[in-house]
């Protein structure tokens, strides 16, 4: 193992090149340049519009869902366009935090245990050979007292989590806890054509101004 005195030595005197002040650039020419740039200036105004869409759209899903206590996918409608709007429980990758557990339990909301509590040897003594050779010969009376960490264990939501939540009485706990146990998805279909999709999107990227009247 590396010693940390003498690394630290090593680095004592090594100064970086400075750098220049005011010095311009290297300039060269980049052919698609404006159109990447042009792109990339839209692609932000359109990703900030689309989440605002996306957040109409989930809410308006999540409203029904509430109201008719039911998960099963819906289809939205608007003129020509379709898209089916799925409520789905949470991945059993995402893990609740302690506060959503909590949550949960004190409602009697099921949940499925993802990793049990277990001990584990803190980082600070992992590579302390000479403390491990002492452990590993008589553990009791040579260790310190925290070289033992402990995690708690971690909980996911349940296969019957989300029927549990819609069946609750308040509202407002209501819309909490489904949100906490699902996602939701909306696959869409647009019924237009290639021009009707660009004049929309140019509704986005250029905004009338709204009227002061």
């Known amino acids: ?18 750098r220049g002040k005011g010095k311009a650039k290297p300039e060269i020419n980049v052919e698609g340049l404006r159109h990447y740039a042009a792109l990339k200036n839209a692609q932000k105004q359109i990703d900030a519009a689309l989440e605002t869409l996306k957040e109409d ?37 995402s893990v609740l935090s302690d506060q959503e557990y909590s949550v949960l339990s004190d409602l009697g909301i099921d949940t499925d245990l993802a990793t049990d509590a277990r001990f584990y040897i803190d980082n600070k003594y992992a590579e302390d050979t000479e ?21 708690s264990p971690k909980y996911v939501v349940s296969g ?40 929309i999107l140019r509704e986005v990227l250029f905004p009338k101004p709204k009227s002061t009247k």
């Open 131 to 151: 403390l491990l050779g002492k452990v590993s010969a008589a553990l009791e009376g040579i260790v310190p007292a925290d070289f033992l960490g402990a995690t």
């Open 57 to 93: 759209v989930n809410g308006a899903a999540l409203d029904y869902f509430l109201h008719a206590g039911r998960k099963d996918s819906i289809q939205g409608i608007e003129g020509d366009t379709t898209a089916s709007l799925q409520l789905r429980k949470r991945t059993t990758r």
């Open 1 to 18: 193992m590396s010693n940390l005195f003498e690394a630290a030595a090593e680095k004592v005197g090594t100064v970086d090149a400075p």
């Open 160 to 199: 019957n989590a989300v029927d549990q939540a819609l069946k609750i009485e308040d509202e407002s706990m209501r819309e909490t806890v489904v949100e906490m146990v699902t996602t939701q998805a909306a696959r869409c279909k647009f019924g237009g054509s290639n021009e009707e999709a660009l004049n």
